[in-house]
């Protein structure tokens, strides 16, 4: 399996991948702008040139009360497209050494509370909830054209890891 920093080509084939789910293409383009900014980084990972996975690694963490804390990079948006073959393991492996890459002593993400399988993972992987609350991931699932088709406000434990 391979992981690495999305390229413009790569983009360009997820988006025509994508073409019969116009919000999974806007959330890659949105994922791509962020990268375009210098914001983070959008990481994909490959088996045999086919797209198994991705992630966003952003430079500083979304939640206000996280960033006054910690300011940890912070990984958004985990998808390993199968399960159990490593690949969401080797795409935080691969975000945490962009963390340290980066001069950074600690990495951290949202997990919303029913979602163990994926918390499982991250403890396993040495993750820890923070001392401090729960935070609140908002975030708008949006058409390929930008129309908001919904608005979340989910309440998410924060596993933070030192580095």
């Known amino acids: 399996m391979e992981i690495r920093t999305a390229t413009s080509d790569d983009f360009e084939r997820m988006i025509a991948e994508l ?12 994922r791509w702008a962020v990268q375009q900014r210098d914001e983070g980084l959008l990481l994909v990972a490959l088996e045999r040139d086919e ?13 206000d009360e996280v960033r006054a804390a910690h300011d940890p990079v912070e990984i ?27 001069g950074r002593a600690a990495i951290g993400m949202g997990v919303e509370p029913d979602n163990v399988q994926a918390r499982r993972l991250y403890e396993r992987l040495g993750y820890v909830l923070w001392s401090g609350p729960r ?10 054209d930008g129309t908001v088709v919904r608005s979340h406000a989910d309440e998410c434990d924060y596993l933070f890891k030192r580095l």
Do not use: C
């Open 135 to 144: 935070v609140i991931d908002r975030w708008t699932e949006q058409a390929a």
């Open 76 to 102: 958004n948006a985990l998808h390993a497209f199968v399960r159990g073959k490593g690949i969401g393991t080797a795409l935080i492996r691969a975000a945490e050494a962009v963390a340290v890459d980066w």
């Open 51 to 63: 797209f198994v996975g991705r992630t966003m690694v952003l430079r500083s963490s979304k939640y």
């Open 19 to 30: 073409a019969d789910q116009p919000a999974a293409q806007y959330h890659v383009r949105d």
